[in-house]
Every structure is written in structure tokens, then in C-alpha cells.
């Protein structure tokens, strides 16, 4: 019998797992223990060599992958006004990649990590399970960039921080509280809104602009600077906080930071040394040593690599499960059936959604409206003319019924007496792409801005492959139950006519030209949202005066938020806020666009399903627990509808300075913003 080479990588890697562990074996000393130091973390990740079959099938899978990913010629240098911040040759890294020795395996996915992150592009990043939130590394002190009443603006200890840190750690309160140094030792509480007059010896934004350049995922550098900072989100379970990339590292990057701060009520500056924790990940499993670390956690699993769904063997018992992809962005698990009738467009991130409890003091006290549900909450301020809707997400386990909540919360307020309306879409990563373009259509109301359609046109990626997958579909009829992405009938064409069975919509190719490189389009698509998908016929009225509503965020509102911002700022007359930000620094009040974001698991269905896994164009199965995320369509632009949206400017109508009395807390910001952009 004769085995394929993934089967037998696979089987020589188990047989290595499988040997007796070494007296000094870095994982076995961490094993069992939900706490651990960094250092012995990292011994354990780069205790492990390069594996040159594994290296080189994590290449492959990335490098054919990207074909189908619309932006890797525009990434090379985007237009402006983001010129200065995307401008990756993800090609020719690959090949250095290739090229390049390491001195771990977690050296390498450092390299393929971040490679892809200088794309600024949360569609497209690569996440390896056997390293990302294996562990999550936490300090007690989230930050917050605060204006004093003088409008100078500060880093500091945010407020909140020891609420929040006693209430998620209090496993580990006591290691912060002996790790502060003399009359200090034991009052970690007092550190709480102290200024942060160096970071490590340094200006506090060189930490920050520092992480701006690993930590990926938005474009606009205000947005990644953001992202340093703690926030809040509104989560299906309730309200979270976020604590921000300098409480929160996904990997053991650091071991302590040294924080110079000025302690409110003090006129002297302190110097503590606090140590950071990492703890390890909901979704890790139990390992005893580093063989059953990397094969519990690092092997590709159910769901890492596409199916044939047409194969007899086929089995969807794993519809709807957690997979490798879902770990990493907001929207839960469905099935693929859902999946392929209401496409996606949401962000992937590096760190799972975070758990962490927002302080119950900063908890909105104001009563749910009707129709509140999960993501979506509604509100009445006590102006008693200001309704808000908080939109942590456009993703839900049930599409009809996040439509409805949408649609009854805001007839809700508006029968309240509510004139104006506050969205607020802190952190929200987006989710079902029709559900944006519902929520513009209920609140606008029947007009040439949302009839026949309230998206935004797209364009897919038009390579050799994807051209493969489609005449597979409609000549050979390999899609006889109407499954796959690529079947035409999933898509209308620009007049927003759909296509009929059996049309080739990717022919004839449209070609361009993108920084000098020659590359293939389809034809421009319109609207796939029809009526007929949407739960109920929406209002034959507008429910609010586009112009007197304020759309709320810190600036990271991506994809499917994204598509809704841009549409109502850029179409409606809507404002736009984004929450704090540097003053000097332009604020952005959404990135990352796309169109429409898929990932190679899905990709490679369409290759199975299509018979076409054998080509040598298609990417080989996946021998990692990973996850390559992709923009398959990418949306035209409202002031230019002749190119890509996501390279074009979004600047929030207000960077709204947050003060300590407001840092974090919901219906305060709310009713600042009402004040200010609502009188």
C-alpha cells in the first residue's frame, strides 16, 4: 500500500511524540499548570527544531492560498492615504521564509506570523494553534490613554484596573502584590489611574507605536495604536473588557515590564517592576511533555483542512463545532450550509474574543429595551430622546433571529420617543455581511441609497484556479446540490441581476495592472443580499434620520461593521466617532473592508469538491493545527466606486477625548457623544 507523504509526516512526528520524555524536557515543566512563568513557556515552544516538511507544507499551503486572496498585489504598497503603513512583498517573504534557517519551530511561526501581519489586514493573517493562546500572557495594569481637564492628553493605569485584574486573576493578585517593591509591596490597588510616565525607561508611546508595527490586523496606525489600550465590548454573554496589547500578548513575548508612574494624589515619580503571567488558553488540551504537547495542539484536527463534499466517506457530524477558524474570530459556530447561504465578512485575530468581565460599576445600569439580544442591546437615555444600540457584532448562531432583534429594538426605541440614535460598534469584527446591509436599510429606509441594495459592489480574485473551480461547477456539473462559493448562482452581476445556473462569471477576466504586477479580477458583482433572505419585509419608512445618527467606536469596526459604517457615513450623512486616539494622530473610524473573508479550510472544499485537489495549482492538505484566513471579494469605494474601499480615507467627524470619569464606561461615553454631535 502506498501512503501520501501527509500521512507518513504525520506518523514519523507521532512516532517521535511517542518516545519517553527527557529528564529535562522544558514542556513536561509546565505541563498541568494553569499559570506559568514566560521563560519556561518559551523553553518549551523553542525547544522544538524546524521540521523541513512541515516548514515547507505551511509554506505552500500560505503561498497557493494567497492566490485566491483579492489584496496581495495592492498590499505591496497601498494607495494612500495608508501608503506609509501597507507595503509588504508577501510573496518574496515567503521565499526568504523558505529560504531561512531558524533556531526553533516557534522562531519560524514568529517569522510566518508577523509576515503576515505587516499586511495590517485582519483578513489575512496566519494563526498556528500550537503557539497562539496556547498560553495567554496577562499583566495586572491595562492602560488608557485619558485628556486631563487641561486637554493634555496621558497613558495611564486605567481606573479600573484592579477591579478588573482581582476580579479575572485572583489566582495571581498575590504574585503582583509581592512583586511591588518596598512600602508599595501589597498595594496594587493604589496603581490604579497613575500615570505612566515611562514604559521600560522610554516615552510611553514608544511601546506604543512599537506594538503598532507587530500587532496587525487595521491599516490606520491610530487604530493599531488604539489597540494598546483597554476597552470594552458587548459579547453574546454580556459586556467585556478588553485589556488591551500591553495587558494581553498572545504569545510569552515579554517576562516583566518596568513602569515609571506618578500615583494619583502624588507629586513624586515610582518605579515598579511587574512581572507578566501567562495563563493557559480555554481551548488548549492537557499535555503532560512536549510530545503530547505538539500532538494534542500543534496537528492539523477536524476542520484545519477542507472536504469533498461529495465524497461518500463525508461525514457533517463536525457542522457546527468548534474548528480551528472559529477559536479566532467573533462568530460562532454554524453550519456550512449556513455558512455558504449568508456569507461572511469578519476579522481574525491572533487572540481568541476576550472572556474578561467588564467591572460590574461600568456595566450599563439603563433597563433593556425590547429586542435586545446577545450581541445587540438597546438602550434609552435619560434625555429620553437619544436611543442606543450596542452592536458588539454582526455575528450570531442565528441569522434570522439577529435580523429580528435588530429590527424590534429599534421600532422599540423609537416608540419610546427616541429622535436619535447612538450605534455603538466598539471592537465589533464584523459576522454576516446581509445583516449590515439589513441594519442600513431599517434604520435609511427605502431610497436609491438602499434600494435595490445597501452594500457595497465587489470583485473577486480571478486566478487560473479559481477559473478551474468555476468550470468545474458549470460545465461539469460538480455541483449538483448548489454547495459551493464559486456556483453562480450565489451572485448578481452589476445591474444586480443574478447569475443563472451554469454561467461562467468569471470569464472574461478583467485585467490589471497593481504596482506593476499583472493581475486577474471578475466581473464587477452587485448585491446578494435579496429580500427573499431577510426574515421579514423590512419598514416602508425610515425608523431615524440617517443624518441624526452617530456611529460609536474606538476605531476597530472591521468587515461586515466596516461595510455599515462606511455606508452610512459616506452615503447617509451619518457622524462618526472614534473613542480617544493620540490627538496628532489621523483617526480612522473603521478599517479593514474586505468584502467578503474566507480562510483555506473552505478553499480547499471547493478544490475537493471540485476534483481538482490532484492539480498542481491547488495547496496540499494542511499537516498543522492552522488557520490561513483570506478577502476573497473586496468591495468598490462610495467617493471612488472605481477602486477598492479599503484603501480609502475614513476619518472619524469626532476623536472624542476620553476622560477618567468616562474612560470604559458605556452610557457615559454615550451621553458625551450625545451632548456633543446630538444637542
Request: charged share 15%; with cysteine; net charge neutral.
Amino acid at each position: 500500500m502506498v501512503f501520501p507523504l501527509s500521512f507518513l509526516i504525520v506518523a514519523s512526528l507521532a512516532a517521535v511524540y511517542a518516545q519517553p520524555p527527557h529528564a529535562s524536557d522544558p514542556c513536561a515543566a509546565i505541563a498541568g499548570q494553569k499559570w506559568v512563568a514566560p521563560k519556561d513557556l518559551r523553553a518549551c515552544f523553542t525547544s522544538v527544531k524546524v521540521n523541513p516538511a512541515i516548514k515547507e507544507n505551511i509554506v505552500q499551503v500560505i503561498n497557493k492560498t494567497l492566490a485566491f486572496h483579492t489584496s496581495v498585489n495592492y498590499q505591496l504598497r497601498a494607495p494612500a492615504p495608508f501608503t506609509a503603513d501597507v507595503h509588504e512583498d508577501l510573496l518574496g517573504d515567503l521565499a526568504r521564509i523558505e529560504r531561512q534557517s531558524y533556531r526553533s519551530d516557534y522562531d519560524l511561526h514568529i517569522d510566518f506570523s508577523r509576515t503576515l501581519k505587516r499586511l495590517n489586514d485582519g483578513h489575512c493573517v496566519w494563526i498556528n494553534s500550537c503557539y497562539a493562546s496556547l498560553f495567554t500572557n496577562y499583566l495586572p495594569t491595562p492602560l488608557a490613554l485619558l485628556t486631563d481637564s487641561h486637554g493634555f492628553q496621558s497613558v495611564h493605569i486605567s481606573p479600573e484596573a484592579f477591579s478588573v485584574a482581582s476580579a479575572e486573576f485572583p489566582d495571581q493578585i498575590d504574585v503582583w502584590q509581592n512583586a511591588l517593591p518596598g512600602p508599595l509591596k501589597g498595594k496594587l490597588a493604589t496603581l490604579s489611574g497613575a500615570k505612566v510616565l515611562l514604559i521600560n525607561g522610554q516615552d510611553p508611546f514608544v511601546a506604543v507605536n512599537a506594538n503598532a508595527q507587530i500587532a496587525g490586523s487595521y491599516q490606520a496606525l491610530g487604530t493599531r495604536q488604539n489597540g494598546f489600550f483597554s476597552s470594552y465590548q458587548r459579547v453574546a454573554a454580556g459586556w467585556n473588557y478588553v485589556m488591551g496589547n500591553f495587558a494581553q500578548q498572545s504569545l510569552p513575548l515579554s517576562d516583566s515590564v518596568v513602569l515609571t508612574i506618578q500615583r494619583i494624589n502624588s507629586t513624586r515619580p515610582e518605579t515598579v517592576v511587574l512581572p507578566y503571567r501567562a495563563r493557559i488558553g480555554a481551548a488548549t488540551v492537557a499535555f503532560t511533555d512536549t510530545a503530547s504537547w505538539r500532538a494534542n495542539n500543534c496537528v492539523a484536527v477536524a476542520g484545519t483542512n477542507g472536504v469533498d463534499l461529495y465524497a461518500t466517506s463525508t461525514s457533517s457530524s463536525s457542522s457546527g463545532s468548534l474548528t480551528p477558524l472559529s477559536k479566532f474570530q467573533q462568530q460562532p459556530p454554524v453550519s456550512p450550509q449556513v455558512a455558504r447561504k449568508q456569507p461572511l465578512n469578519v476579522i481574525l485575530d491572533t487572540a481568541p474574543p476576550s472572556d474578561v468581565i467588564l467591572p460590574p460599576v461600568l456595566q450599563p445600569s439603563l433597563p433593556a429595551i425590547n429586542g435586545s439580544r446577545g450581541v445587540s442591546q438597546f438602550y434609552m437615555l435619560n434625555d429620553g430622546k437619544t436611543g442606543v444600540m450596542a452592536l458588539g457584532s454582526f455575528s450570531d448562531t442565528n441569522f434570522n433571529a439577529l435580523l429580528l432583534g435588530m429590527l424590534n429594538g429599534l421600532v422599540s426605541l423609537k416608540s419610546l420617543g427616541a429622535t436619535q440614535l447612538i450605534v455603538d460598534v466598539s471592537n465589533n469584527g464584523g459576522g454576516f455581511i446581509c445583516a449590515a446591509h439589513w441594519l442600513h436599510r431599517i434604520i435609511a429606509g427605502p431610497k436609491s441609497t438602499t434600494v435595490p441594495k445597501s452594500g457595497l459592489d465587489t470583485k473577486a480574485r480571478n486566478g487560473p484556479l479559481a477559473q478551474l473551480i468555476t468550470k468545474q461547477i458549470t460545465q461539469a456539473n460538480a455541483d449538483p446540490q448548489n454547495q459551493l462559493l464559486y456556483n453562480p448562482i450565489n451572485w448578481a452581476n452589476a445591474s444586480d441581476v443574478f447569475f443563472a445556473p451554469g454561467t461562467d462569471w468569471l470569464q472574461p477576466p478583467v485585467l490589471t495592472t497593481i504596482n506593476g504586477r499583472a493581475d486577474a479580477f471578475s466581473q464587477r458583482l452587485g448585491e446578494e443580499c435579496a429580500a427573499s433572505d431577510f426574515p421579514v419585509a423590512p419598514p416602508p419608512e425610515a425608523l431615524f434620520d440617517p443624518k441624526k445618527v452617530v456611529i460609536v467606536s474606538n476605531g476597530r469596526c472591521a468587515s461586515s461593521c466596516s461595510l455599515f459604517s462606511i455606508t452610512m457615513n459616506k452615503k447617509e450623512g451619518s457622524k462618526t466617532v472614534v473613542l480617544g486616539g493620540k490627538r496628532d494622530v489621523q483617526q480612522q473610524y473603521c478599517g479593514i473592508v474586505g468584502g467578503q473573508s474566507t480562510d483555506f479550510s473552505t478553499m480547499d472544499t471547493e478544490i475537493k469538491s471540485t476534483k481538482l485537489k490532484s492539480n498542481a495549482l491547488a495547496p496540499p492538505d494542511l499537516l498543522v493545527n492552522g488557520v490561513q484566513g483570506i478577502t476573497w471579494r473586496l468591495a468598490f469605494g462610495v467617493n471612488d466606486p472605481t477602486e477598492p474601499e479599503e484603501w480609502q480615507s475614513r476619518p472619524a467627524d469626532l476623536n472624542l477625548p476620553i476622560t477618567a470619569d468616562i474612560v470604559n464606561n458605556p452610557v457615559a461615553i454615550w451621553e458625551t457623544v450625545a451632548k456633543k454631535l446630538l444637542p
